[in-house]
């Protein structure tokens, strides 16, 4: 209409509807208007930024720390020009965020390519090509060909510890045989055997699981680990063993100069020893017999394990033997960590 401002007509019309059409007709009279405005000053104009989606106030938009005009422009690499995601922290999801996988030598990144297959790390799902994804991986730029072995262990050392200030360290390992990574996420299949050490009474296909173990081996002292009085809680549980009426309760082991001190609240009065072998499997008493009374109040232990250290029972292939008069139960002796008669206070590494 003559002698009327068709940018504010526009403009005002759109506040009051707020349609998309509208939206999509004010952001392109905006560029009419205003061409150059480059809010953020990143080399990407106003318009630009509405129509891509981006931020026009942030550089940045999604704070990866490589500007919205580097990610839209791309780099080139392996004879083609790669685009990222200027509003994703991490364009292809692999758990790591563009800034780690951008050639940025300042960031200790000088590369495109850590595996050289032709395929960038931003767009990379293995980035140094080991066969563990990135989304799993604790060291996704770097991979190791040396097998350890007990001749050839892994050796880490680690300066500049502080006293009292516990230092983590996350190590992944995988076997010489990557396919032998299947054992560890399945299970398998032990055939129908109702009288061996290992049983399968339901002939179910889903029986037993074969969990990998790393041993550390610290190989002088002082060790500088957290040490505790060494004290062990078993609980005997009802199904403990099978063909006589179970005893049940809780038992106290805590070591106590040469002897190991006994706190018993069981369900009745009861006979208690330390035996070698498992509970199904008992192959030798390997300690003195307490003897647990009842009381008004429960029941007590009368006597100590005399002259013996839980670091030469809590060792694996022990357990706790409970019986009397045709009633017992029987727990494991769980494998502990010791530094001399010390235990070695887990508890306070955990992170």
Known sequence: M??????????????????????????????????????????LNDYEEDLLGTNPENADTDSDTIT???????????????????TEIDSNGDGVGDRDEWNRPDLLHPTWDTDSDGTPDLFDRDNDGDGVPDSADVSPFRTWTTTFTAANPFELVVDGLEQNKPTFVELQLRPTNPDHLWYTLNKLDWPADEGGNIRDLNNSPDDVNLIPMLEVLIPSTPYNLPLATATVDLTIPSSARVGSTPVTGTVTLTQQGQDIDVVANL??????????????????????????????????????????????????????FVEFDGVSGCTPLPQLAFDGDAMIDTAQMEP
Not at 8 to 22: I, K, L, M, Q
Not at 68 to 86: A, K, L, N, V
Not at 270 to 296: E, H, K, N, P
């Open 2 to 43: 003559l002698g009327t401002n068709p940018i504010e007509a526009e403009t005002s019309h759109v506040s009051a509807t707020g349609t998309e059409a509208e939206s999509a007709l004010y952001s392109e009279l905006l560029q009419l208007a205003d061409p150059t405005k480059d809010s953020d000053g990143d080399g």
């Open 68 to 86: 919205d005009r580097e990610e839209i422009e791309g780099f080139t690499y392996s004879g083609q020009t790669w685009h990222t995601d200027p």
């Open 267 to 320: 369900s009745q009065p009861s006979f208690l020893a330390i035996w070698q072998g498992t509970c199904d499997a008992l192959t030798g008493r390997a300690s003195s017999r307490v003897t647990v009374a009842g009381t008004a109040n429960g029941t007590v232990a009368l006597d100590d394990f005399t002259q013996l250290k839980l670091r030469d029972r809590a060792t694996g292939g022990y357990v706790l």
